[in-house]
């Protein structure tokens, strides 16, 4: 279509006093990162007109032809009018002259050609890439336009895009059994105090409550190494506990799991414990028990000792960090040397607590999985458009792949190719919309992952295997080991 038929389209569609905005772009998979910045160009202005650059224009950017590009833009609720953009987008504005240009964030500060084309006429260039406030929204209205409501939601594109069939992931259950994985890091003992609400206080704005049950639960790196033994894997475990009752019992729940546990005990803290008190299916208050410093020297020596044996019989090293001190720095880079020496498969996930922690710290791995705010809070980027953030988390730690979690949302998969010197992202949504408990969503990815990774599995099917494992664990109340079976039985739902 001509140019001058375009504007004369978005023209006559346009409201006469009101702003247009524009925004352009290759948009190969509308993941969260379009979705946010597409709904922050509509609050600038009255009428959002989308620019989808032909694949003249996107060369070799172009992974999807541009028709399949252009239905997934026209279909987001946000746009009023969406196009094949076959010129430059500084071209195009100088003809439409739009109130109003947006971009990402990271493009601020850079040059930028529309700038000086806006200034001419009058218009503004605004940067944003958007937030996460409307996501929850946003997923509300893809529920209320669905009459029946499906427990797990298969990302049938995703997996015809990266050629992932179900008879492999299948096999890579089956085969879990051939795998030997290490996981180190801080053990966690969740307990569960169910609750019967009877009111409010008539002293106070109090909510009162009567515990009426209790179920504790291995939690933390334990049940990483929990899941990865549930799936078939041979599994050793190494941490540090307290002298106390926890250390028993999480002793006795990883011996049921079978995995083979190395439980040093430091009297100068106790087991980290977190308390959840729930009522009719809502966590109402969460008390953690916990000391953060880090272990002593004479510890990580125990530690390094009890690990080193195991490596050369291993395929995959996992670091489960939750900051509470069981991985010091010099004690993940001293067992990081050795991996590396080992050729084995290295990943870390860092769960950060408010603004503390760094994944970053996790140097060369060849997975990491954090959260988005975890991703910002370790490289200190609170503005930019996630495929900036993964890539520039990915670059700080020297990361080969990153799997960056969006709850709800789903998970955006960042994959190096060509030895690392480039790299493509795709979004895979979330299977589950409908989750009882989240708790434990990262650590039944981190361990299903590792699995697939060791069985020389490549990353689109870790992330696919990984976030089924995620929707089964968040089905259920409490962190329990998954089984094979339980993954085999999602398949034909």
């Given at each position: ?5 375009i504007i004369?389209?978005i023209?006559?569609?346009a ?7 524009f925004v352009s772009?290759?948009?190969n998979?509308l993941h969260?990162?379009h979705?946010?910045?597409?709904q922050?160009?509509k ?5 959002l007109?989308?620019g989808v650059s032909?694949?003249?224009?996107a060369?070799r950017a172009a ?6 590009r ?6 987001n ?5 969406c196009f094949i953009?076959?010129?430059?987008a500084?071209?195009f504005?100088a003809?439409l002259?739009?109130?109003?240009i947006v971009?990402?964030k990271e ?12 200034a ?8 944003g890439?958007?937030?996460t ?12 336009k ?8 298969f ?7 990266h050629d ?5 992931l ?5 085969r879990?059994n051939?795998?030997?994985i290490?996981?180190i890091?801080d ?10 609400p ?10 009162v ?6 179920q504790?639960f291995?939690g933390?790196a334990g049940i990483?190494a929990?899941h990865?033994?549930g ?9 540090v506990?307290?002298?106390?009752q926890w250390h028993?019992?999480a002793a006795?729940?990883l ?16 087991t ?5 008190y729930?009522a009719k299916?809502k966590t109402l208050?969460?008390v953690?028990?916990l000391r953060?410093?880090g ?19 291993s395929?995959a090293?996992v670091?489960?960090d939750f ?5 010091p720095q010099?004690?993940?880079e001293?067992?990081?040397v ?5 050729k084995l498969?290295?990943?870390a996930?860092?769960?950060?607590s ?13 997975l990491?999985t954090p959260t988005e ?6 490289t ?6 996630l495929v900036t953030?993964?890539e520039?988390?990915?670059?700080q730690a020297?990361a080969r792949n990153?799997?960056?979690k969006?709850g709800g949302?789903g998970m ?5 190719k060509?030895c690392?010197?480039d790299?493509l992202?795709d979004q895979?949504p979330s299977?589950n ?7 434990g969503?990262?650590?039944?990815l981190l361990a299903?992952?590792a ?5 020389g599995?490549?990353?689109w099917?870790?992330s696919?295997l990984g ?5 089964c664990q968040?089905?259920?109340v409490?962190n329990?080991?998954?089984?094979p079976g339980?993954?085999?039985?999602a398949?034909?739902?």
């Amino acid at each position: 279509m001509l140019t001058e038929q375009i504007i004369a389209n978005i023209q006559q569609k346009a409201p006469a006093q009101g702003d247009v905005v524009f925004v352009s772009g290759n948009f190969n998979i509308l993941h969260p990162g379009h979705l946010r910045l597409l709904q922050f160009a509509k609050e600038n202005g009255d009428f959002l007109v989308v620019g989808v650059s032909s694949n003249r224009i996107a060369g070799r950017a172009a992974i999807l032809d541009e028709a399949l590009r252009l239905e997934a833009v026209c279909a987001n609720t946000s746009v009023d009018h969406c196009f094949i953009l076959d010129s430059t987008a500084e071209e195009f504005v100088a003809q439409l002259k739009p109130g109003v240009i947006v971009k990402g964030k990271e493009h601020e500060g850079k040059f930028n050609a529309e700038e000086q084309v806006a200034a001419a006429y009058g218009g503004r260039l605004v940067f944003g890439s958007g937030d996460t406030v409307f996501s929850a929204a946003n997923l509300l209205r893809e529920e209320l336009k669905t009459e029946d409501h499906l427990e797990f939601e298969f990302p049938e594109a995703f997996a015809g895009r990266h050629d992932i069939s179900m008879a492999t992931l299948e096999d890579f259950l089956r085969r879990a059994n051939q795998t030997r994985i290490c996981v180190i890091g801080d053990l966690i003992v969740d307990e569960y105090i169910n609750c019967e609400p009877l009111g409010m206080s008539q002293e106070d704005p109090t909510i009162v409550v009567t515990p009426v049950g209790q179920q504790s639960f291995l939690g933390g790196a334990g049940i990483v190494a929990a899941h990865c033994a549930g799936l078939g894997a041979r599994v050793s475990y190494f941490t540090v506990t307290g002298d106390d009752q926890w250390h028993d019992f999480a002793a006795e729940k990883l011996r049921q799991s079978g995995v083979d546990a190395v439980l040093l005990k430091d009297d100068t803290r106790p087991t980290t414990t977190k308390q959840r008190y729930r009522a009719k299916g809502k966590t109402l208050l969460r008390v953690n028990h916990l000391r953060q410093h880090g272990i002593s020297k004479e510890l990580q020596e125990q530690l390094l000792a009890s690990l080193l044996p195991l490596l050369d019989q291993s395929d995959a090293l996992v670091f489960s960090d939750f900051n509470y001190g069981c991985l010091p720095q010099h004690l993940v880079e001293r067992i990081t040397v050795e991996a590396k020496q080992r050729k084995l498969i290295l990943m870390a996930d860092s769960q950060c607590s408010s603004q503390i922690g760094d994944v970053t710290r996790f140097a060369g791995m060849d997975l990491l999985t954090p959260t988005e705010m975890e991703a910002r809070v370790s490289t200190r980027d609170h503005e930019s458009g996630l495929v900036t953030l993964a890539e520039s988390l990915r670059r700080q730690a020297g990361a080969r792949n990153v799997f960056l979690k969006l709850g709800g949302e789903g998970m955006m998969v960042h994959v190096a190719k060509n030895c690392g010197e480039d790299w493509l992202t795709d979004q895979l949504p979330s299977f589950n919309r409908r989750p009882k408990d989240t708790a434990g969503a990262g650590d039944s990815l981190l361990a299903a992952a590792a699995i697939t990774l060791a069985l020389g599995g490549d990353m689109w099917q870790a992330s696919f295997l990984g976030s089924l494992a995620a929707a089964c664990q968040v089905s259920r109340v409490g962190n329990t080991p998954l089984t094979p079976g339980e993954l085999l039985r999602a398949f034909d739902r």
